[in-house]
């Protein structure tokens, strides 16, 4: 199995491939579609060192900027989440785009909103209401810390299967991380927050502690909220893949965080971002909910480009994700071309069992 650096450098070679045979020109009338959806999720100037697992999650402010700036330059309208059904049921010659960040990060206000602002574009925020009430577990950025403090790293999956890693160098962190991650996203998710909770314990870390450093507040979510052109979106009460979960647990964390999010800021939310959203954590089971709970959206992970079809479908969208190891004019030319996910989707146009 290729280590997730391997992969990323295996992707960027294929946009390079892509970008120098001029594919995403050619190619683009068939796969572009009616327009897009793009996720990101931190927006930093801060360099990652060589141990940063989570470095897909994070671009720079400058990234933002050119990635506005290619948007327009190759015929891009930026339109709010509002649009897109209409965009899919009455569609237009030139194409569209929707921006949207996952989980309420303050580094979306500090460094996100002044380059959005300066481009007039319009944007939405997903919120997750737990991060926002400083009790949330961002469990992913706690086992990156923890691995980054421990000298070896013990876990067991479970299957029962044991892990016991050296994580003395950054390459032996970066492996023990990759093992872990993979091996408890296979399991329950109580299990995987219970063994993460663990190692923050050996590491000197208190779970839960990340959301009041990480995320926006209330107070700060107002501040944004007051700009008409933020949309503010659900995320689930606490960020589970939902699918891993019954029924009616599922229902109350869609239904009590958006709660939550409208009585705290006094707004109506009409749109929802499953976490993690990918086949694992969001299917028809979850689409069927938020159809059901009046949403008018829904957006997954699943990558691809929008199509006419997409109009049937509007709670199981996809999205292209930018992703911070990739910040190459190669690669952003590549994703909005929609070539990449030709090949991904096996030519299918939708995605959606």
Not at 31 to 60: E, K, Q, W, Y
Not at 104 to 122: E, S
Not at 235 to 246: D, F, G, I, N, Y
Not at 269 to 275: A, E, G, I, K, W
Request: contains cysteine; aromatic residues 6%; charged residues 25%.
């Amino acid at each position: 199995m290729l280590s997730s650096r391997n992969r990323h450098r295996l992707f960027e070679a294929g946009f390079r491939v892509v970008s120098g045979l001029a594919a995403d020109r050619w190619l683009e009338p068939a796969a572009r579609g009616l327009g897009l959806i793009l996720t990101f999720h931190h927006v930093s100037p801060d360099a990652p060192g060589p141990f940063a697992p989570n470095r897909l999650l994070s671009i720079t402010p400058d990234f933002l900027d050119r990635t506005l700036t290619v948007l327009r330059d190759r015929g891009f309208t930026i339109v709010p989440l509002d649009a897109v059904p209409e965009r899919l049921a009455r569609p237009r010659p030139e194409p569209f785009a929707a921006l949207t960040f996952d989980d309420g990060y303050r580094d979306n206000a500090v460094h996100a909103a002044p380059v959005l602002r300066r481009h007039r574009a319009p944007w939405a925020l997903f919120v997750t209401s737990d991060f926002a009430d400083e009790r949330g577990r961002l469990w992913w950025i706690e086992l990156e810390r923890a691995v980054r403090r421990l000298g070896r790293v013990q876990a067991t999956g479970a299957d029962g299967s044991v892990l016991d890693l050296p994580a003395r160098t950054d390459l032996e962190k970066v492996a023990a991380f990759e093992a872990v991650y993979r091996t408890l996203r296979a399991g329950p998710e109580e299990h995987l927050l219970d063994t993460v909770a663990v190692l923050c314990g050996r590491a000197g870390i208190r779970a839960g502690s990340l959301a009041s450093e990480l995320c926006l507040g209330w107070d700060g979510l107002r501040d944004l909220a007051r700009d008409p052109a933020v949309t503010i979106g659900a995320h689930t009460r606490s960020h589970p893949m939902l699918a891993k979960h019954a029924g009616e647990a599922a229902r109350a964390e869609i239904a009590e965080g958006r709660a939550r999010i409208e009585a705290m800021l006094n707004r109506p939310v009409r749109h929802l971002s499953y976490p993690v959203g990918d086949r694992t954590s969001a299917g028809p089971r979850e689409f069927a909910l938020a159809r059901e709970l009046g949403f008018a959206t829904a957006v997954t992970t699943r990558p691809g480009h929008l199509f006419g079809e997409h109009a049937d479908h509007p709670h199981a969208l996809p999205r292209v994700s930018v992703n911070g190891c990739h910040q190459s004019q190669a690669a952003l030319k590549g994703l909005l071309s929609g070539v990449p996910f030709l090949a991904w989707n096996r030519g299918r146009r939708l995605d959606v069992a």
